[in-house]
């Protein structure tokens, strides 16, 4: 995180620290908030670990203190969220190439895991590339269309075809919902294996994250269905590995990419190159807790407006080459969870809205959204007569800025509202600046989408208030910080930016929360349908 020391050191313009001196949120509580969940003695705040413990219990002091009661069942602050927890083994990945073993080493080339508990094994295993892995009859695409698969190993792409384009059938550059959950096209089809080929221009993210992530558990939801049948082995290989591989049978990786982004595109077998593996992970099962804590309405009081942001974070592991082993997670996601309690404290100072404000510290957010979908699937308050969720998980720390970034834009009515407020506050709404990321797609506000509960994220964008933009410190974070142990806690920060946003975030609410109105997806949009559904519940 030492990267964003100049740009956080920016002066602000007279009109923006005006504004900011008046304004409901206070960078300076954000900041102290942010320190002290990121501090070391929090560990990361992994689920399950000690880190848990203090952040629920930091977490609960300061929303009590503010004058906010427990929104659980029962007059508790917490939702137990029960989980399968899978601990990674051993795990093996041997290459044969004409005849020729390719060496490899786990993490510098390969990151496996069986499909679930168990050990999963395959011995010289034929290797097919099957493009981006994709089944989709409604859009006239299947990349296995032809092939066999059976007790093979599948190579596939991550994201979508038009991942680089304006747009496209899978909707250009912005991920779709085939660019997720792969690996079942593939297993139905009788592979022994799927491996997704690492690559930053469709992941998002480097080789370097994954790497630093290997040695980590991963989890389920304890009511997911158990899964059957033999485990079977999943993970990523790096790019440099896959195009060794591909080479030895006279393949050139760029030039399979280009031809998996066109329609009619079929899967390929590598001649003479073969597969052994072996992975094991065993499974017990945790208990970890979403935190909650409501403001109760006035005239309105059975309605809700919901805000979210995940307390957790990777937690400790194995040191690294400083002898660092905790991740602390300043940015990713100690500033959200910090404005959203600066969010609750401005609330609480002020006239008791109409409407119930339920706000949520999702738990394992880090791990596949789980703690929201928990929340989801078992809402303490009714979804049908939730107005809207404001999602708090900027992975930004930033002076104030002149722009704000609307993840997956062009799905809900709120947006609109966003925009004029924004303009009150002397910002204005940029294009989200990588949609093939899949940003919409990884955040918890997500599985209320999925519901059909009208959803807004949104973050600080990079036109800097003082001068130039951010866009250099945003991408050496998301590079080499995120999700690393340097995403650490900066005395210099002056978190103006996540005052805005959170600001904005208070605006926007208010309007929500003291009236009648039902904020409303747009008609084109996946979710419409969903709501629909529940229309009823909020014509009484």
Same mark, same amino acid.
């Given at each position: ?41 929090? /560990? ?15 977490? %609960? ?7 906010? !009661? ?94 680089? !384009? ?23 089809? =009788? ?66 990419? %280009? ?60 040191? @690294? ?101 924004? %303009? ?36 600080? =964008?990079? @036109? ?6 951010? @866009? ?11 999700? /690393?142990?340097?995403?650490?806690? !900066? ?10 946003? =959170? ?29 629909? %559904? ?7």
């Amino acid at each position: 995180m030492r990267h964003i020391l100049t740009a956080a050191m920016l002066l602000l313009p007279s009109a923006i620290c005006a504004q900011t001196a008046t304004a409901p949120i206070q960078p300076e509580a954000i900041k102290e908030d942010v320190r002290v969940l990121s501090s070391d003695a929090f /560990q990361g705040r992994g689920p399950g670990e000690r880190g848990e413990t203090m952040t629920l219990a930091y977490l %609960k002091e300061q929303f009590e203190a503010a004058g906010l !009661q427990p929104g659980g069942r029962d007059g508790s602050w917490f939702q137990e969220v029960p989980l399968i927890r899978l601990d990674k083994g051993a795990a093996a990945f041997d290459v044969t190439a004409a005849g020729e073993r390719i060496a490899t080493a786990r993490a510098r080339d390969f990151s496996i895991a069986p499909s679930h508990e168990g050990t999963a094994t395959v011995t010289d295993a034929p290797v097919v590339f099957a493009g981006f892995g994709i089944h989709a009859p409604a859009l006239g695409w299947d990349d296995y269309a032809g092939a066999d698969v059976r007790g093979k190993i599948v190579l596939i792409l991550p994201n979508d075809p038009d991942f680089d !384009q304006p747009s496209g059938s899978f909707g250009g550059r912005q991920r779709s919902r085939y660019a997720g959950g792969k690996a079942s096209a593939a297993f139905e089809r =009788g592979a022994v294996g799927v491996i997704q080929i690492h690559r930053q221009a469709l992941t998002s993210w480097p080789w370097q994250q994954l790497w630093n992530s290997d040695p980590n558990p991963t989890f389920r939801l304890a009511s997911a269905p158990t899964p059957s049948g033999t485990p079977r082995v999943t993970g990523y290989v790096s790019g440099d590995l896959a195009a060794a591989m591909l080479s030895r049978a006279g393949l050139n990786l760029e030039t399979l990419i %280009k031809q998996a982004q066109q329609p009619g595109f079929r899967a390929v077998g590598v001649p003479g190159v073969s597969v052994t593996a072996s992975a094991t992970a065993t499974a017990s099962p945790m208990t970890t807790r979403n935190f909650v804590a409501k403001l109760e309405g006035t005239t309105r009081a059975g309605e809700t407006v919901v805000f979210g942001a995940h307390w957790d974070g990777y937690g400790a592991g194995p040191a @690294d080459s400083t002898g660092d082993t905790i991740r602390n997670g300043a940015v990713d996601n100690a500033v959200g969870t910090a404005t959203m309690l600066d969010v609750a404290r401005a609330f609480a100072r002020g006239p008791r809205p109409q409407r119930t404000l339920l706000f949520i510290g999702y738990t394992s957010e880090e791990d596949g959204l789980l703690g929201a979908y928990h929340y989801v699937a078992n809402p303490i308050r009714p979804l049908e007569t939730t107005a809207a969720v404001f999602n708090l998980d900027p992975h930004l720390a930033l002076p104030a800025t002149r722009s704000i970034e609307l993840i997956g834009a062009g799905r809900v009515d709120l947006e609109d509202d966003l925009a004029r407020l924004a %303009k009150a506050q002397g910002r204005r709404i940029e294009p989200e600046v990588a949609p093939e990321a899949g940003w919409y797609q990884r955040s918890d506000h997500y599985a209320f989408a999925q519901a059909g509960v009208p959803s807004l994220y949104f973050r600080a =964008g990079r @036109d800097l208030a003082g001068g130039g933009r951010a @866009d250099a410190v945003v991408e050496q974070y998301n590079s080499q910080c995120y999700h /690393q142990r340097c995403d650490e806690f !900066q005395e210099s920060w002056d978190m103006a930016a996540a005052a805005q946003d =959170g600001a904005l975030v208070h605006g926007l609410a208010s309007e929500i929360a003291n009236s009648a109105r039902w904020p409303a997806w747009r008609a084109d949009s996946d979710f419409a349908a969903a709501r629909a %559904k529940s229309d009823p519940d909020r014509r009484r």
